[in-house]
């Protein structure tokens, strides 16, 4: 059974910084892609960012990049998601997920992502 257990998430002021945790299990990873992905009350879901966990080649939206980053650590079966200069419009629960990716495409479509976590809440105020 696959577990995304995400944590880090908090109410911060604009200009703070996070680091979001995802730890993973029930799952040979090196075959998936793990993506983070944002909802804001009223919006749909947005993918943010993702890392190929065999290849560790990463993808990051435009609209977060430079700010965002996506990492992981192999021994402890956990991606981060590292935010820098938090703005209001990042408030939002933030899920992990996970894609069966054994050529290392890096979907960014949430429809290829089969298992989630239960998300994070962060909320950043000015």
């Known amino acids: 059974q696959v577990q995304l257990v995400e944590s880090g998430g908090g109410w911060v002021q604009e200009g703070d910084s996070l680091r979001l945790s995802c730890v993973a299990s029930g799952l040979t990873l090196s075959r998936y892609t793990m993506g983070w992905f944002r909802q804001a009350p009223g919006k749909e879901r947005e993918f943010v960012a993702g890392?190929?966990?065999?290849?560790?080649?990463?993808t990051v939206e435009n609209s977060v990049k430079g700010r965002f980053t996506i990492s992981r650590d192999k021994d402890k079966n956990t991606i981060y998601l590292q935010i820098n200069s938090l703005k209001p419009e990042d408030t939002a629960v933030y899920s992990c997920?996970?894609?069966?990716?054994?050529?290392?495409?890096?979907?960014?479509?949430?429809?290829?992502?089969?298992?989630w976590g239960q998300g994070t809440q962060v909320t950043v105020s000015s």
């Open positions: 890392i190929n966990w065999s290849s560790g080649r990463t």
């Open positions: 997920a996970s894609a069966f990716d054994p050529r290392g495409v890096l979907p960014d479509n949430p429809t290829y992502y089969d298992s």
